[in-house]
């Protein structure tokens, strides 16, 4: 008995190792070949000898010779789990202590127990219409960082600068959402768009609307009130 023990003891120490190695010299490949793409992390996938890449912000999955991607969702059929997709949610975590919140405009709603922490360009029209759906969302507390993408929306930046420099500029920022009402000109005030820009690159935010949840998680797109409640009481 003890010799079998023994045996599986290595066997599983053997195994080990040898997915260690595997996994870095898919690393090694991985840096070698494509210097250019940050690779964040890399991890055993269910399939044998395939491994979980998470690299330019999605996930592939690839050998350790590193020469072909799979790209897609893995999904558990019996268990009706999109694996790709929760993995995503996990890698794409955020410490949301280490956000500057002096960057954001504060909106608090009741007792403001729950919190959002949310990238929003003035003249994104999915950014509009989430802005309606948590119009009618209660106790929560939104950190809203002004977020103007100009490459699509040209006017967004100023659009953004004259709400921060509203007297109201959360009241300011639904104005115009909502009720597709202009700011009110202002005198020019200092603003925290261009670091908002900065911050969203470091946190690979590619798209608007995206927001975080207190655990970190992050929501991508227009989302209806529902759908925000229900994520906001599953971290509660």
Same mark, same amino acid.
């Given at each position: 008995?003890?010799?079998?023990?023994?045996?599986?003891?290595?066997?599983?120490?053997?195994?080990?190792?040898?997915?260690?190695?595997?996994?870095?010299?898919?690393?090694?490949?991985?840096?070698?070949?494509?210097?250019?793409?940050?690779?964040?992390?890399?991890?055993?996938?269910?399939?044998?000898?395939?491994?979980?890449?998470?690299?330019?912000? #999605?996930? =592939?999955?690839?050998?350790?010779?590193?020469?072909?991607?799979?790209?897609?969702? @893995? +999904?558990?059929? $019996?268990?009706? *789990?999109?694996?790709?997709?929760?993995?995503?949610?996990?890698?794409?975590?955020?410490?949301?202590?280490?956000?500057?919140?002096?960057?954001?405009?504060?909106?608090?709603?009741?007792?403001?127990?729950?919190?959002?922490?949310?990238?929003?360009?003035?003249?994104?029209?999915?950014?509009?219409?989430?802005?309606?759906?948590?119009?009618?969302?209660?106790?929560?507390?939104?950190?809203?960082?002004?977020?103007?993408?100009?490459?699509?929306?040209?006017?967004?930046?100023?659009?953004? #600068?004259? =709400?921060?420099?509203?007297?109201?500029?959360?009241?300011?920022?639904?104005?115009? @959402? +909502?009720?597709? $009402?202009?700011? *009110?000109?202002?005198?020019?005030?200092?603003?925290?768009?261009?670091?908002?820009?900065?911050?969203?690159?470091?946190?690979?935010?590619?798209?608007?609307?995206?927001?975080?949840?207190?655990?970190?998680?992050?929501?991508?797109?227009?989302?209806?009130?529902?759908?925000?409640?229900?994520?906001?009481?599953?971290?509660?």
């Amino acid at each position: 008995m003890k010799i079998r023990l023994t045996a599986l003891l290595f066997s599983i120490i053997g195994f080990t190792a040898t997915a260690h190695a595997d996994i870095k010299t898919l690393q090694q490949n991985l840096k070698a070949q494509y210097p250019e793409i940050p690779v964040k992390s890399v991890n055993p996938s269910p399939f044998k000898d395939i491994y979980e890449v998470y690299m330019g912000g #999605r996930i =592939v999955y690839t050998d350790e010779t590193a020469k072909y991607f799979l790209v897609g969702n @893995l +999904i558990d059929v $019996k268990g009706q *789990k999109n694996i790709t997709e929760q993995r995503e949610q996990i890698l794409k975590r955020i410490d949301v202590k280490t956000l500057p919140l002096d960057q954001a405009i504060k909106h608090v709603k009741g007792k403001g127990e729950r919190v959002l922490y949310l990238f929003s360009d003035p003249d994104c029209p999915y950014c509009q219409k989430l802005e309606k759906e948590l119009a009618k969302v209660e106790n929560v507390t939104i950190y809203l960082f002004l977020y103007p993408i100009t490459g699509l929306h040209p006017n967004a930046a100023n659009v953004a #600068r004259q =709400v921060w420099c509203s007297k109201d500029p959360y009241q300011s920022w639904q104005d115009y @959402l +909502i009720h597709q $009402k202009k700011p *009110k000109k202002t005198a020019d005030c200092t603003t925290p768009v261009e670091k908002n820009i900065q911050l969203a690159n470091q946190l690979q935010i590619s798209g608007t609307p995206t927001f975080f949840l207190s655990d970190g998680s992050r929501i991508s797109g227009a989302r209806s009130a529902s759908d925000i409640e229900r994520l906001l009481n599953a971290v509660k």
